[in-house]
């Protein structure tokens, strides 16, 4: 069991910048290694399907970015904290969606973009872009 807690969602205006957190867990013993998983955040807006937003391995050699965000958005990682960002960059109305941060316990090396590829998920946090 892992607990993936998401932080740094809100509102902010169009062409803004926000950033968000994820720190993860392991109830009741001693805080959960993400260093040997890839990890990831997806989003989703009000009728839409989730979609990868970026993706990470590991130790942070290897990212995805999803066409919509690539050149705006950088995800990274700090290992030693159990923790992973998200820095968004020239905000647009079309970001807006709650965000998820997600771990795929079975890939360390390699990043996969696909939903149902990651088996833990946090519960996500509202972003909303207004104009």
């Known amino acids: 069991q892992v607990l993936l807690v998401e932080s740094g969602g809100g509102l902010v205006q169009a062409g803004g910048s926000l950033r968000l957190s994820c720190a993860a867990s392991?109830?009741?013993?001693?805080?959960?290694?993400?260093?040997?998983?890839?990890m990831g955040w997806f989003r989703q807006a009000p009728g839409k399907e989730r979609e990868l937003v970026a993706a990470?391995?590991?130790?942070?050699?290897?990212?995805l970015y999803g066409d919509s965000v690539k050149g705006r958005f950088i995800i990274s990682r700090d290992n030693a904290k159990n923790t992973m960002d998200l820095k968004k960059d020239s905000l647009k109305q079309e970001d807006t969606a709650v965000y998820y941060c997600?771990?795929?316990?079975?890939?360390?090396?390699?990043?996969?973009?696909?939903?149902?590829?990651?088996?833990?998920w946090g519960q996500g946090t509202q972003v909303t872009v207004y104009s």
């Open positions: 997600a771990l795929d316990s079975s890939t360390s090396h390699f990043v996969r973009a696909g939903v149902p590829e990651y088996d833990y």
């Open positions: 392991r109830p009741a013993v001693s805080p959960y290694t993400i260093s040997n998983n890839a």
């Open positions: 990470i391995n590991w130790n942070g050699a290897r990212s």
